[in-house]
């Protein structure tokens, strides 16, 4: 048997904010896109879906956290601190988003990641 995490949907109230973040930092291209503001649902390849709701307050409930593993870790970090993330005490791979967004950052292999990311799973 094998699974793994198929996407995991954050409400944002800041919902271009975050796309920005993750296309710029991440390298995640939007894979689909759904609604109109102010409800729209963003799908971002790697399993990010962020669903914009200019209600939420940033409150619990979101979620504690998720991992990206990336290749060029210390890129990554770096232009996180610049986009305004603060590493937690847990460590420095532990970055909170200015909206509350917890992120813990993973060192990976390249190869492996292109062959990951390569592989396309879903079904249009």
Same mark, same amino acid.
């Given at each position: 048997?094998?699974?793994?995490? &198929? ?6 109230? %800041?919902?271009?904010?975050? @796309?920005?973040?993750?296309? $710029?930092?991440?390298?995640? #291209? *939007? +894979? ?5 503001? #102010?409800?729209? /649902?963003?799908?971002?390849? =790697? !399993?990010?879906?962020?669903? $914009? ?5 940033? &409150?619990?409930? +979101?979620? %504690?956290?998720? =991992?990206?593993? @990336? ?6 970090? /770096?232009?996180?601190? $610049?986009? !305004?993330?603060?590493?937690? #005490?847990?460590? &420095?791979?532990?970055?909170?988003? #200015?909206? !509350?967004?917890?992120? $813990?950052?993973? +060192?990976? %292999?390249?190869? =492996?990641?292109?062959? *990951? ?5 879903? @079904? %249009?």
């Amino acid at each position: 048997m094998a699974a793994y995490l &198929e996407h995991m949907a954050f409400k944002v109230n %800041d919902l271009d904010w975050c @796309v920005r973040f993750f296309q $710029e930092v991440f390298d995640m #291209p *939007i +894979r689909l896109s759904l609604g109109q503001a #102010p409800h729209r /649902k963003i799908w971002l390849h =790697a !399993g990010i879906q962020l669903n $914009e709701d200019l209600e939420y307050k940033n &409150e619990e409930g +979101r979620c %504690d956290h998720f =991992a990206l593993m @990336v290749s060029n870790y210390d890129e990554v970090l /770096k232009k996180c601190l $610049e986009y !305004g993330c603060k590493a937690l #005490p847990t460590g &420095e791979n532990w970055l909170q988003m #200015p909206n !509350g967004m917890i992120i $813990e950052l993973k +060192r990976g %292999d390249q190869k =492996a990641l292109d062959t *990951i990311i390569s592989q396309k799973p879903w @079904v %249009d």
